[in-house]
């Protein structure tokens, strides 16, 4: 077991004192055992970290105007809401439900941008009160948004998504978006018809969009993407400021194999680059440029801690049986998505055993990890898993009862929570007797 290598996926701050794992100056065994488990927290200064990288690399290399979004997708609470805000970031929701934590977070319309490839009438309505810009996904939507602009007293700024027909390598088909054959945005001919009813209608139309895929490290189809929808931009014809952007889905790695961690660095300045040329070859003014980050912000701050309930050897395999799993984070089941792991005590004991650590659910996909290397742990004892902080908890599920794991964010040796750990009756509730 290489801890050091481990060590490069869990948040900066990450410190073993006494054998013990600390993260952001906590004690994580004691958050553990105050707490209870399965347990997620985020360390604030890997957040800041990731939010300033973007910003350095964004004044660096572009001279224009640039924002970031943070894709809410990937996690969000009015906690995280407020701290994008404060990194000078607006937040993409994606819908009513997630429109209503940000403005529960208290932010302001110029800080709420709108996705979703079917929005709903309250999703519009939502989001015309309470956001500056929608990313309009379709035609249909277009004539929905053009038919309730005239009830609403406001005028949002929209935005076309665009699908350029080009794929990113990302870790599972699934996580494609920007192929041809994708749901999600308008081809060539749709965006210039889209373009067309603006103008007739009065729509503020001032920007165009895509988003390729997520969880991608080599940056090179976005080159002829970012062509493309400056071909159609052209073709559009905007006057004076207009806005571009390539969304997000930068990576990160998740597993010690897949280190080096993918530079935010190169990314930015790919996309920078390749947008400043083409603006150049087409004589075009620069746009204002925008970039849509969700895990490559958050997850490397979040870390998901399980108890080891049971251990137990069947069919050659030994299996750590932890007491969370696919109801907290499906992405193994969904994706085959690959983690690693250290014990959160007795960290520098020998790496004796290969054991596969597996969820409490009823169902043989609730596997965490399936095969890693550690020191013997005993029932009782914790593990934490690294690269927790995004799709994981927003993915989540009640399967088997799951009751959803409590959040902390952690800063400067204290923790504070996010989340309170979700009780039975919080989901029965609802449930009608
Ligand atoms: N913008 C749009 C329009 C998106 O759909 C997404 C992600 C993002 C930005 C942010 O992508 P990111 O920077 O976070 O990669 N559940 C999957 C990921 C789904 C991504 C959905 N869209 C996973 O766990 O890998």
């Avoid at 994580?28 to 399965?38: F, H, M, S």
């Amino acid at each position: 077991m290489n801890i050091e290598a481990r060590l490069a996926l869990f948040p900066s701050s990450t410190r073993i004192i006494a054998d013990r794992l600390f993260i952001g100056g906590c004690d994580i065994e004691q958050l553990a055992e105050e707490y209870g488990t399965p347990l997620y927290v985020y360390d604030r200064a890997e957040l800041d970290r990731a939010a300033s990288l973007y910003r350095r690399a964004l004044t660096e290399t572009w001279p224009g105007a640039w924002s970031v979004t943070y894709a809410g997708k990937a996690f969000l609470n009015p906690v995280i809401a407020r701290w994008a805000a404060a990194q000078g970031f607006r937040v993409d929701c994606t819908g009513a439900g997630e429109i209503g934590i940000a403005v529960y977070a208290g932010l302001s319309p110029a800080q709420i941008l709108v996705h979703g490839v079917n929005k709903t009438k309250e999703d519009l309505q939502s989001a015309l009160r309470h956001a500056g810009i929608i990313v309009v996904d379709n035609l249909s939507e277009l004539r929905k948004i053009a038919c309730l602009v005239k009830e609403s007293k406001t005028l949002p700024d929209l935005w076309l998504r665009f699908q350029p027909g080009l794929a990113v390598q990302t870790h599972h088909a699934a996580t494609q978006t920007g192929h041809e054959g994708s749901k999600f945005g308008m081809n060539e001919t749709q965006i210039i018809e889209a373009a067309s009813f603006c103008r007739e209608h009065g729509l503020r139309l001032c920007g165009i969009h895509f988003h390729q895929g997520s969880q991608f490290r080599d940056p090179a189809p976005l080159q002829p993407a970012i062509e493309k929808a400056l071909d159609l931009a052209q073709e559009i014809g905007w006057k004076g400021e207009w806005h571009f952007s390539p969304g997000g889905g930068w990576g990160v790695a998740y597993h010690e194999d897949d280190l080096p961690q993918p530079d935010i660095w190169e990314y930015v300045r790919a996309v920078t680059d390749w947008t400043r040329q083409a603006c150049r070859q087409r004589r075009m003014e620069l746009p204002h440029l925008h970039l849509e980050p969700g895990r490559s912000l958050v997850a490397r701050a979040g870390v998901a801690i399980y108890q080891v309930g049971t251990i137990k050897h069947i069919g050659g395999r030994t299996w750590l049986l932890v007491d969370g799993g696919m109801a907290d984070n499906p992405r193994k089941a969904l994706y085959g998505a690959r983690y690693s792991c250290l014990p959160v005590t007795r960290l520098t004991g020998e790496a004796t055993q290969t054991v596969s650590i597996a969820g409490p659910y009823c169902e043989s996909g609730d596997i965490l990890i399936e095969e890693i290397t550690l020191p013997a742990l005993q029932e009782g004892e914790r593990i934490a898993i690294p690269v927790s902080g995004a799709y994981q908890l927003s993915m989540a599920s009640h399967y088997n009862g799951a009751r959803r794991p409590a959040v902390l964010m952690l800063e400067n040796g204290r923790a504070h929570p996010m989340l309170s750990r979700e009780t039975i009756d919080d989901f029965i509730r609802q449930m009608h007797a």
